[in-house]
């Protein structure tokens, strides 16, 4: 009640509201102002630059050194509170602790403000009893007033903290239990056929006879050029430093192949480590909404996982605020799927992998620290890039991760069906084609070498009756000869050409004009039957052609336009899309430039063997001879591939036909012709209803 009297008293006195008037008119002059700015920079409290709101940094963290400034505009002095020893710690931590943080330091934040809390409670009690109620001075009641202002700002203090923290720590709100996991063991993958034994099995000899057993989830290597049973691989122990808690000691031998599960050979990496980010204000999950500007591959190879996060972000950024939550006690739970509609909730540390100088060595992101988070909890979940169900090892490893396709991560990640499908070529069945096409043109040439250079010697052996016959003969000879000759000369070549020919087609890119560059090149023109037999099979009257035309054309063949339709229909129905380039994209025209982040060969702007996200098509109205594209990021964040022409680069989202040569590009998302894809990339992956 004395309390409640005392407060009653403040709020309704001239006195107090006069005098509380003429402290903030003194706290707000210029001089006292300029005075505090001048002890705020001695003092080291000036608060640091913040940028405007709306800005990249969004949401703005409130700056601590901003709570101080109530003291100044309420003209707070130690003299007014002199016999207050709360007041005194108060009033100390508020000038001497807490505007000394930076606002990314939460815990240490929110201990002081409770500690701050309750000195200002112990000093309103301590000055309501020194008060004299109902009777008391205008000091009493302005200290009163001030005690009542310094909880409500706490409090205020308090519930901003709280609400930054909401802003970044993601909004999962895990259904049922979680799964604790462990952090997966710092390793890479090395040379070396490995494998996981998927259940406890039995080890034979070369005669089937049982050598011992071993246990689910450990590691082992394969010897893939032992072939002496057939259906069963020959496997001895990892090396126990790369195996580690998944390592056995068993005597080599043989055991089913369909009891091992594949995966890379993989060695911990001894300069790499953990370190703690569970502050969620300085390492926050989601320091702004999810961009695919956050998602930054590292010295992983796990391209396939990274590629399906942009696609999902692309599709929508606020999925993985969904599916993620700092639990502000040094864990993240994740929400995953383990087959579509079926989620389940992981908990990891909240660690990360650095390298000697701390800079993070796998997936990373700019400012915010969902996506190493996120790959984390999907390597120590057993999840990786080459089968659904996750690896019953024993430890998981970053190494093992190495690899794969996006259909894999795109289930796990969405809960959703996904699959992938071959971007056929169709250049193998093209060179059987023309065999089968140009066979019976070599059956009739050998048929006519035969029968022109039979009758050459039938003729021989006739007598001439006179002068005259043996003119006619000698001339009906030569002429069998000829014709024997011609039928040799193209029966002879002809065997050579196709094997040429076949090579030339296999190559990366081979256009139709590359292809009658090539036959011209041999000698053949359109008045052979060789050329015209070959070009009937590419590009056949009546129905599209199975080769493209040169780059830039906007001349498209059959396996181009099934290749585009599918992407087409895939993203207006709003599916996730990714590809994957083929391993081999170097021939005599790409000549590799480097390699990547895990080794991937680089050429021109591309990468082999690496998984790309599928963002956008253009023209979205296709007429006959448009040039064709397609949008693709890189998940390194970093290095695609432009077109250039006398030194300009080729805008290639106008449609219109262009001519131009591949190169590189720093720059990580980019067009690329829809030739250009079907010939350097092999597979797509995508979610489907």
Not at 512 to 533: A, C, I, M, N, S
Request: charged content about 25%; glycine content about 8%.
């Amino acid at each position: 009640m004395r309390l409640q009297a005392l407060q009653a008293l403040a709020e309704e006195s001239p006195q107090v509201r006069q005098a509380a008037r003429l402290h903030a008119r003194i706290a707000a002059s210029p001089r006292m102002m300029a005075l505090q700015q001048r002890v705020e920079r001695l003092a080291g409290t000036v608060p640091p630059f913040r940028p405007e709101p709306g800005s990249e940094q969004a949401p703005v963290q409130r700056v601590p050194a901003d709570f101080a400034r109530f003291l100044q505009q309420k003209g707070f002095s130690y003299g007014m509170f002199e016999s207050f020893s709360d007041w005194a710690y108060l009033v100390h931590a508020i000038k001497e602790k807490y505007t000394r943080l930076t606002p990314e330091e939460y815990e240490a934040r929110k201990t002081l403000i409770g500690q701050m809390l309750g000195w200002a409670i112990a000093a309103e009690k301590d000055i309501a009893e020194k008060v004299v109620v109902p009777q008391p001075d205008a000091a009493d009641l302005i200290r009163f007033g001030l005690i009542k202002d310094v909880q409500t700002q706490l409090l205020k203090e308090e519930a901003s903290l709280q609400e930054e923290v909401k802003a970044v720590k993601g909004s999962l709100v895990p259904q049922g239990g979680s799964t604790n996991l462990v952090d997966p063991r710092i390793t890479r993958k090395i040379e070396g056929a490995g494998a996981i034994v998927k259940d406890d099995v039995d080890v034979v000899d070369g005669k089937q006879a049982r050598l011992g057993r071993v246990k689910k989830g450990t590691a082992v290597r394969r010897d893939i050029t032992d072939t002496t049973l057939k259906g069963y691989d020959k496997i001895e122990p990892e090396d126990p430093t790369s195996a580690g808690a998944n390592f056995q000691d068993f005597k080599p031998g043989y055991v089913p192949e369909h009891m091992l599960i594949q995966v890379k050979r993989v060695a911990p990496q001894k300069d790499l480590q953990y370190v703690d980010v569970r502050d969620p204000l300085r390492y926050p999950l989601f320091k702004k909404p999810p961009s695919l500007d956050d998602i930054k591959q590292g010295q992983l190879g796990d391209c396939y996982l990274l590629a399906a996060v942009a696609g999902i972000v692309r599709n929508d950024p606020t999925h993985f605020v969904d599916h993620m939550v700092d639990n502000l006690n040094g864990t993240v739970t994740v929400k995953l799927y383990s087959a579509p509609g079926q989620p389940v909730y992981y908990t990891v540390k909240k660690t990360l992998v650095v390298d000697k100088n701390n800079y993070l060595e796998f997936a990373a992101s700019a400012g915010s620290f969902w996506v190493p988070i996120l790959e984390k909890a999907y390597i120590a979940a057993g999840y990786f890039g080459t089968r659904e169900e996750p690896l019953p090892a024993r430890e998981q490893s970053y190494g093992v991760a190495e690899g794969g396709e996006g259909a894999i991560p795109l289930i796990h990640l969405t809960g959703r069906k996904a699959k992938s499908r071959q971007i056929a070529t169709g250049r193998s069945e093209l060179i059987e084609k023309i065999r089968e096409n140009v066979s019976s043109l070599l059956k009739e040439k050998q048929q006519d070498f035969r029968l022109w250079d039979e009758k050459a010697a039938t003729t021989r052996k006739l007598q001439p009756q006179d002068s005259q016959h043996a003119t006619e003969l000698k001339s009906q000879i030569e002429d069998y000869e000829r014709r024997a000759e011609e039928a040799l000369q193209v029966y002879g070549p002809l065997t050579r050409l196709l094997g040429e020919l076949g090579s030339m087609i296999e190559t990366l890119y081979f256009s139709t004009t590359d292809l009658k560059t090539f036959l011209e090149e041999q000698g053949l023109t359109p008045k052979h039957d060789v050329y015209r037999r070959i070009m009937d099979v590419v590009v056949p009257e009546q129905a599209p052609s199975e080769l493209p035309g040169s780059l830039g054309s906007g001349q498209y063949g059959v396996h181009e336009m099934d290749t585009i339709a599918f992407i087409v229909e895939s993203l207006n129905a709003g599916e996730i899309v990714t590809v994957g380039t083929r391993e081999a994209i170097t021939d005599p025209q790409n000549i590799s430039q480097g390699v990547g982040k895990a080794g991937e060969v680089m050429v021109k702007g591309l990468a082999g063997g690496h998984e790309y996200t599928v963002l956008d098509y253009t023209p979205k109205e296709y007429k006959r001879g448009a040039t064709v594209s397609v949008k693709l990021r890189n998940p390194w964040g970093e290095y695609g591939r432009k077109y250039v022409h006398k030194d300009q680069e080729v805008n290639v989202e106008t449609g219109a036909p262009w001519e131009g040569e591949r190169e590189a590009q720093n720059e990580g998302t980019f067009w690329i012709d829809l030739a250009d894809l079907v010939a350097y990339f092999k597979l797509i992956s995508y979610t489907h209803p």
